[in-house]
């Protein structure tokens, strides 16, 4: 833009001070330093470009049903649990930032590309209600029936539902007043990575013996 303006107003202004030989002169001079300022403003050095992940509106929860049948288990069962309480869920924010180019061989070259992505992580603490206990343990657990481990949450506790167990302390903290879920077994997990599976939570199961 600044290359065009300049170079009509140098000829102009070249053919005011020196008819005919004046305008081409201007409108090489102000071509010249019209193009300076194009590469200064919107040139390959000036490029930031700016890439945003996409960004939690709604968190869809696996079921949890007011009245649901709690499951007796004898021996070894593989079950899919029932959300009892949930905290919801914590937004991370993670920028990277990533520049290409900067002139070749001599100093001449293209300039530089500034590309910065932006993420949203997030995780959530549940806890989710398996059968009534007490049971003896759990063994592997699935999200969307694929196995996972620690790498997915930032601590996992086991309640085996018997009668003297005590009220989860990140229940009770969050809440101020938590029931123990006696005679219940259940599992809390805290920080749960729930971007992995497309920002939801997933359809927990959970292999047991009792």
């Known amino acids: 833009m600044a290359r065009i303006v300049l170079t009509v107003g140098g000829a102009?202004?070249?053919?005011l001070l020196l008819?005919?030989?004046?305008?081409?002169?201007?409108g090489a001079i102000g071509s010249y330093v019209g193009g300076i300022i194009d590469q200064q403003l919107f040139g390959e050095g000036a490029r930031n470009n700016v890439v945003t992940g996409p960004r939690l509106q709604d968190l869809r929860v696996q079921s949890s049903g007011y009245?649901?049948?709690?499951?007796?288990?004898?021996?070894?069962?593989?079950?899919?649990g029932n959300v009892i309480w949930m905290r919801g869920f914590d937004e991370e924010t993670r920028t990277q930032t990533q520049t290409v180019g900067g002139g070749g061989k001599g100093g001449g070259g293209g300039g530089r590309q500034t590309t910065t992505t932006v993420t949203y992580v997030y995780f959530c603490d549940v806890a989710v209600a398996l059968c009534e206990g007490p049971i003896t343990g759990i063994g592997k657990m699935f999200a969307d029936g694929n196995a996972i481990g620690?790498?997915?949450?930032?601590?996992?506790?086991?309640?085996l539902g018997d009668?003297?167990?005590?009220?989860d302390?990140?229940?009770?903290a969050?809440?101020?007043?938590?029931p123990a879920y006696r005679e219940l077994a259940y599992?809390?997990?805290?920080?749960?990575?729930?971007?992995?599976?497309?920002?939801?939570?997933?359809?927990f199961s959970f292999e047991l013996t009792a």
């Open 12 to 15: 102009v202004l070249g053919n």
């Open 19 to 26: 008819p005919g030989l004046g305008q081409a002169i201007g």
């Open 67 to 80: 009245g649901s049948v709690i499951p007796r288990v004898y021996g070894k069962a593989r079950l899919s």
């Open 150 to 159: 620690s790498e997915h949450y930032a601590a996992r506790r086991v309640y």
């Open 163 to 167: 009668a003297t167990q005590s009220a």
């Open 169 to 172: 302390p990140l229940i009770a």
């Open 174 to 178: 969050t809440e101020g007043l938590a």
């Open 187 to 203: 599992v809390v997990l805290e920080r749960f990575a729930i971007t992995p599976f497309g920002n939801r939570l997933p359809n």
